[in-house]
């Protein structure tokens, strides 16, 4: 198992790879959660400063920086990593599939930018694609990690199955809101399952690949497995709470610019017809 | 397996824990069941005397009476039990992992009681923020549950997996109840399944840790197994009968009430405008 | 193995027994379409001849029939199998489990009657009870039959264990048309997943207890399995072709009784308000 | 392991059998994916020409095409593959069992070509009854996979329980259908994975059944199985694709056939009171 751990060392698998998996999700989740307390705040005032082109371009830059992020994904799982080579069959085995599964992970999140980019450009496209190809996105790393850990230790194993699970969990939830009307709270649950998914990753970068090189958790340890069941609902709790925080500074935000902003932002009412035409499509 | 149980003994996982555990879930179960059974009656004699505010102070003592029986579950898992150390790590072993589960359990409670508190107070949070975080709760249980029982005799784990099985069902049907409009069945059905959950703490508590010591049942035979199953479903009509009996009563409470309260509460009816925003909320 | 199954003969698991059930759901299916065919066709033809209170007598006709054949189960598994013996515990072993489990689905299943008659008698109950009760039945005879077949041969559990499915299927329908408008599609649904039920009850009782007394299948040849995986299916298209026939049935009976019914039942269309009121609470 | 093998060789198992299934998953997407991009681009100009007649007839053609479709799947499992008897039964074990399951699926894709000719010629029956087979024919061949894999290679299984998974959650997609109103992103996101189960049958012909006789893969190896589990992901987006182009191909198409159209298929638009019957049943 050992020898295992050692022929892993130095790929996407390792610190640096989970480390920017966490961060990828905790701006996507933050992002994500800062964007609806937006809306179901404005809303809640809708007579004086509620535009939708804002949250269009919104919607485009997030999806500019999903597509971006993830294309760094890709890279950084097949070139980059220390002596990977980049042919997926090299003599007679398979080669570095751990990081081309990686990729294909990071490929559906790029989808789910390009999905951003397109619904809110076409105006032909249902706007609720994006939430379609998000579902579609966290099934499928579901999915993949549910094929991605064969032969590895059991608290390994467990780690990379919760994310396994926290995906499909997420991905039921962006398939729910596909099904139903504007919720605010099913999109602060996915947020906060993106932000539980974010520190998870963190987690596993210092449990299973520590930057000081040897791990000192008992991988074999059953104790451990229960200990971090419970980790990973304390980290649930922390998201609350961060997405509580945000909330509180996002309403304090807006009734300080709300005076401000009643004058200047009037303007943009003027595209009524376009807006109308979007909350149909929602 | 012997030295297992004699390990854990005189901490909540013993008979008191599991009591105070079922005791707590016949309160809260009760005082739901009891609440819509409240609201659906007072629904259908609207005109007279249905008054939000005093379901909104129902809301928030319910929340405190939560919050409180938690914070008791907390202290009482991690404190007061014979001879339990604080520290979760000590020496190079993890130590009372299943009375830090149990907390972790009563953390989740406890944060139904604090949204209930919040949302009946601060008007610009969802109403349903509570049944979401009622949800996860018992989502969180459910999920503990399911790393709790590694090694234990098979009954014992059987009788644990089933209090995982009932709380993965509270919570989708408190999920389902997010999504749907205000549906009297799912909230029965709730609350008979959180009475089902406290008796069955209770059969807990007599068939693995009885008062007098020794467990007299055979916990490694199958049809012991058999048999619980079906007391399970047993205990399940018994809470339809305790569910069926409390809406024969409260029933008969309002006719009786009904000409008293037709008068002296028309006052209440007055905040028209509140209670219309909370009704577009739920 | 032979001397488990030995154990068994001349109980209610026995040939008789799986006949009782299978008739059972045989009427119990044949029934609820009928009365979903009929309920359809009516709507669709509004104006003249459809009257509520007909349905709430059949409703409370079928509820009566439900519970008696429930009673009749019951007592048929519990009292006069061949050298049965009453008592649940009896010198240090558990008693006749698999009657006591047989019987406690029926127990549930006369439940649903109960919750016919008293839905459709008491008004101040919600008429969409029933569809709980039914939920409910069907959900706790899964979970028996999951906890029913330990120890037994390959086949004979694979052929439990597919009752075990349809009826969790059954349960997640009547679950979902709870939370739906009327839906006929649901209810044939429903209808067709209670015929399968029956129809494999039937085949059950020939392959495992043929009247001859010894099975000529080879209970632990995978083939078997393999061949009854499909023969399941098979009956599902019967079922569909029952369903079929009966809906042709139905229309053709309703088409020749609409002229004579058209006078005499205009009385019955004057109830008007209470028709209305459950409309709604449907 | 080879004997195995061998003995299925020339049925329809092989590689041909695999090509006709993956050929009819595609015509069968592409034809849904086409019919409901129509629809929808249809229904956003529905001034000019929105016929539903024209989609009547469309359903039609497509039921008699997937009918005749099933019907050649039927005789080619059971009758023209090399060397097979027909009888199910014979001397004293089960013979050919793998192509009557194939041909049990094919059956249930036969019921929904022949409801999708009924629901369109007879009026009396409910639109929806199409995905209602649909759903039921999807969910039978996951349940038929289910069984139909016992004492393979590990890497056949895997690929077939991938089928499975696909079907089942088409099934999943076309229940849902069921149930809510018309959706685009559901009958879209039911193509994609028509179209995905197509071409992993052409996966799987070429896997384990290749035209030059033994495979080149080694199918006891885990690493195939990732890459595999890899390589379903990346169909995934290449069915996502083909929607995509088949998308901007019937959109520019309508832009440029809107002119003409729009003074020939007038008529059609008088049988107003049929289309909005049509409509409310939907």
Known sequence: MGE????TAGTIGDFSGHLFAGSFCFIFGLSESTKCILKYLCKKQKKTYYSKTLFYKLEILEGILIFILALTGICGSLLFTGGSHLPLYEGNHWNKLKDWHHSTVYLFIGLVGVANILCFTVSSLPVSLTKLMMSNAFFVEAFI???HTYGRVMVD?????????VSFVTGLVAFIELLTENNILLELLRSNLILLQGSWFFQIAYVLFPPEGK??????DHDTKMFLSMCFCWYCVLAYIIIGVNYAF???LMKLRM???CSSEVGLLQSNEYEQELEEEI
Chains 1, 2, 3, 4 share one sequence.
Do not use: S
Not at 157 to 165: A, D, P, R, S
């Open 157 to 165: 194993m467990f780690m990379h199955n919760l994310v396994g699970l």
């Open 4 to 7: 295992l751990k050692a022929d």
């Open 215 to 220: 791990t000192t958790w008992d991988l074999m």
């Open 145 to 147: 990690f549910y094929n």
């Open 259 to 261: 005076r401000r902003l």
């Open 250 to 252: 996002v309403a304090w």
